[in-house]
């Protein structure tokens, strides 16, 4: 069986940042499962993994465009301090909740850096601008199922719906 559109995939992985730091892995954990073809990964990977096999084992390196996106600078607010009930409990690192108009929807940010003025909000993903090196081994292929081709998702043990 190779993948292709509409087989459920499971796979045990390492993700690297450029300096060889873990950022993820499945290793001593549960593997990744999903339905190919339905972008339910990031498309550089989903690409790179179409026509392998089972027990197939590879690295690639996938570039941001097709991992979590270049950084959108519109997304990074400098705020000053006293806009913030709370700014003493604010550390760089945390997540936020917040919105950017008063109608949008709530989004998340990253505390990006707090200084005694200001502190700056990042609202692109963590892994956004980063090249990621992945090491792959497919551990499971099937069929998936009807219903699990409808929904676009895997369902089951290892799926992450139950319905
Ligand atoms: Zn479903």
Do not use: C
């Not at 972008?39 to 465009?65: H, N, R, T, Y």
Request: proline letters at 4%; hydrophobic letters at 35%.
């Amino acid at each position: 069986m190779k993948i292709t559109k509409n087989i459920v995939v499971t796979i045990h992985y390492t993700l690297t940042d450029d300096n060889s730091e873990v950022i993820d892995s499945s290793q001593g954990g549960e593997p990744l499962t999903y339905l190919h073809g339905h972008g339910g990964i990031i498309p550089g990977l989903e690409a790179e993994l179409e026509g392998k096999m089972l027990d197939d084992a590879f690295k690639v390196s996938i570039q941001p465009d097709l991992a979590y996106g270049v950084i959108d600078k519109n997304l990074i607010f400098r705020i000053n301090r006293s806009s913030f009930a709370d700014s003493k409990n604010i550390k760089t690192g945390m997540q936020v909740r917040g919105q950017l108009t008063k109608e949008g929807p709530s989004m998340i940010f990253w505390v990006k850096e707090v200084n005694n003025e200001d502190i700056v909000l990042d609202g692109n993903h963590p892994l956004a601008g980063q090249t990621l090196h992945f090491d792959v081994k497919v551990s499971e292929l099937r069929n998936a199922t009807k219903e699990e081709i409808a929904h676009g998702h895997v369902h089951g043990p290892h799926g992450h719906h139950s319905h």
